[in-house]
């Protein structure tokens, strides 16, 4: 009995047989009880092995359930011209395992939690897919069969990065497109191209950023971390909104960082300042403005959420991780060094796409958004991230920004 055990062959329908004086019967909509006639009582539990269980499937043809004058049930077999009490789906039950969701961390590769995924038939768009974790993440979703549309600015490292996940499965359904989010001209021509494909969307990471770059303006006229890191988002989602809500559920997945927290975007009379989210050459400092960006993404995600979620399109913010080897510490020596000093003790790139490839696919978050997550957890963001009037003050300077540059309306 004990090597039987070992080899995980103990568990024989015996177990299932029961003691004297009970009986099993089965409710109307197939659950199992237990009656006991000795002692006048039923319960849920198998009296042997404590386990619920509920009938599978229907009832086989030509079976149908009624109900006597003392309002028990019974079954009528009209081909065999008989009845029963005993519910025959008795003879097929299946236990009633509470599936509960998996539990992530900060170890958690994105391949895990995307382990008995299908999904081939979701299409997803990953700003600035080419390179570190947004890489990862394409190649995590790809792998796994969605249409994945990799948004980058440069077509040789696009392309590039398009042939490395074909390489590794070549059915993978993987494309690149242009967007360069520090130009409102380029995002408006890539969603109308997206819109020509006629394809639906399911999730949309905005995942491309730049950090600790030199001061420089964009085309149109703004700081240009700002722009890329939230503006242009803010553009391509509006843009993209009707798409995303024709598709849902949809999910909007936006990269944030930690950093958020050493900053704050209001002014001295506590109102969203234009020149502090787009500061002059003589007033900007490259880490600020990263900071400033990165907290625009938290505010932008709880404000789309709460506009989008009534229309089946949830946004949530995460910070994947400290210092990982990307590409984003090669604007400034100083941040290669510390990178360099910091990678030994870094997550892996697949570790770093796990907390947003969780907020695309869990299924315990279908229906929630306006949340901020790190190593696959919720998490509390700092005060001003939580504050839904500067959400909204920043909402309507986005607003303002667009209308004002793009030169026309912002929807198509
Ligand atoms: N690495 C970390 O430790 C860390 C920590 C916290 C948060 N994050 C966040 O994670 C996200 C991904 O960063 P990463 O570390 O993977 O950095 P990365 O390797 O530098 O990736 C950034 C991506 O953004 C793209 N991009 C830059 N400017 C763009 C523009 N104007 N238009 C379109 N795409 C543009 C880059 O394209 P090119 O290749 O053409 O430059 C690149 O593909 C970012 O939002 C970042 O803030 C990273």
Known sequence: MAALKYAGMDDTDSEDELPPGWEERSTKDGWLYYANHEEMKTQWEHPKTGKKKRCAGDLPYGWEQETDAKGQIFYVDHINKRKTYFDPRQAFTVEDVQVKPKRYDGNTPALEILQGHDLSDKVIIITGGNSGIGFETARSFALHGAHVILACRNKARSSKAVNRILEEWHKARV??????????????????????????????????????????????????????????????????????????????????????????????????????????????????????????????????????????????????????????????????????????????????????????????????????????????????????????SLWELSERLVQERSGGPQAL
């Not at 770059?213 to 971390?225: C, F, I, K, V």
């Not at 242009?232 to 930690?258: K, T």
């Not at 907390?355 to 696959?376: H, K, Q, R, S, W």
């Open 175 to 392: 494309e690149a497109m242009t967007l360069d989010l520090a130009s409102l001209r380029s995002v408006r021509e890539f969603a109308e191209a997206f819109k020509a494909k006629k394809l639906p969307l399911h999730i949309l990471v905005c995942n491309a950023a730049v950090c600790t770059q030199p001061w420089r303006l964009t085309e149109d006229g703004l700081e240009s971390t700002f722009q890329i890191c939230h503006l242009g988002h803010f553009y391509l989602v509006q843009l993209l909104q009707n798409v995303l809500g024709r598709s849902a559920p949809a999910r909007v997945v936006v990269l944030s960082s930690e950093s958020h927290r050493f900053t704050d975007l209001l002014d001295s009379c506590g109102k969203m300042d234009l020149t502090l989210l787009s500061p002059s050459q003589k007033e900007y400092w490259s880490m600020l403005a990263y900071n400033r960006a990165k907290l625009c993404n938290i505010l932008f995600s709880n404000e789309l959420n709460r506009r989008l979620s009534p229309h089946g399109v949830t946004s949530n913010a995460v910070h994947p991780g400290n210092m990982m080897y990307t590409s984003i510490h090669r604007s400034w020596w100083l941040m290669t060094f510390l990178f360099n000093l910091a990678r030994p003790f870094t997550k892996s790139m697949q570790q770093g796409a796990a907390t947003t490839v969780y907020c695309a696919v869990a299924p315990e978050l279908e229906g929630l958004g306006g949340m901020y997550f790190n190593n696959c957890f919720r998490c509390v963001p700092s005060a001003q991230a939580q504050d839904p009037s500067s959400a909204l």
